[in-house]
């Protein structure tokens, strides 16, 4: 008997949406990173992308559990010296909520190579309008 490994000919991609409204960021963000990684079908490759395309709508609904509205904080850094930047999950979601999802999405997926272009594999969108119905997306349950 012999491995399948997957390779990029053999890879079938789908598209998949995934409303986000009054739900914890957390569970959709995992359930996001997963089905982009490409954990959810059978014939997963660690080295391959073989995860489908994700669209998540209404970030603007997105909840977050306890005190993290006040109390979580996003850093970023200028690059020059003393240039660490920080803001409340409160200011982030009134300037940008999809930044909020795209984040923790991204902070689930692998620091090298292919976590970089599977990043392009996920699209965030404040509202339940997006441009990707032409794609046919099957709607995912978190």
């Keep these: 008997m012999r491995t399948f490994l997957a390779n990029k000919q053999n890879v079938q991609k789908k598209w998949v949406i995934i409303d986000a409204a009054e739900k914890p960021l957390g569970r959709v963000a995992s359930k996001a990173a997963s089905i982009v990684r490409g954990k959810t079908k059978p014939t997963f490759t660690p080295h391959v992308d073989m995860g489908d395309n ?3 709508i209404n970030a603007s609904k997105v909840k977050l559990t306890g005190k993290k509205w006040d109390d979580k904080i996003y850093y970023h850094h200028t690059g020059f010296p003393g240039g660490i930047r920080s803001r409340t999950a409160t200011q982030v979601a009134e300037k940008n909520p999809a930044e909020m999802l ?9 620091k090298n190579r292919l976590g970089r272009s599977l990043r392009k594999n996920c699209r965030v969108y404040n509202g339940d ?10 709607v995912v349950t978190v």
């Design 54 to 56: 994700v669209v998540i």
């Design 129 to 138: 309008k997006h441009p990707h119905d032409g794609q046919n997306p099957e």
């Design 102 to 110: 795209s984040r923790a999405v991204n902070g689930m997926l692998p």
